[in-house]
Nanobody
Framework: QVQLVESGGGLVQPGGSLRLSCGASGLPFGNYAMGWFRQAPGKEREFVGAISKQGWSTHYAEGVKGRFSVSRDNGENTLTLQMNNLKSEDTAVYYC????????????????????WGQGTQVTVSS
């Protein structure tokens, strides 16, 4: 069945960098927009960044713009989140997610709901 597996989390100092990866299997990876979400203790899960199925378009939450970058490799079925200049407020469990993207001659749109979630990887930014 479909699996999304995150890796790369760990402990870093404020101002440091981490790169998270998400490996996908069991689905036509190139048919899905992919994104990253995070959830800190006592907080709701929040959107971090996303990328279209072709990799041509990205979108980020305001709080991570200029620091985080989402990319994908459809040949390897992988999604990446490069995180720079990390802050303590970035501490959370990070999840990758897949959402079906539909395209026609008139353009593309994404499904309203997430189709698949990974189980998450812990990122801790501590001084």
């Amino acid at each position: 069945q479909v699996q999304l597996v995150e890796s790369g989390g760990g402990l870093v100092q404020p101002g440091g960098s981490l790169r998270l990866s998400c490996g996908a299997s069991g689905l036509p990876f190139g048919n899905y927009a992919m994104g990253w979400f995070r959830q800190a203790p006592g907080k709701e899960r929040e959107f971090v960044g996303a990328i279209s199925k072709q990799g041509w378009s990205t979108h980020y939450a305001e709080g991570v713009k200029g620091r985080f970058s989402v990319s994908r490799d459809n040949g390897e079925n992988t999604l990446t989140l490069q995180m720079n200049n990390l802050k303590s407020e970035d501490t959370a469990v990070y999840y990758c997610a897949a959402r079906r993207e539909y395209c026609s001659g008139e353009g593309c749109f994404e499904a309203d709901t997430i189709a698949y979630w990974g189980q998450g990887t812990q990122v801790t930014v501590s001084s």
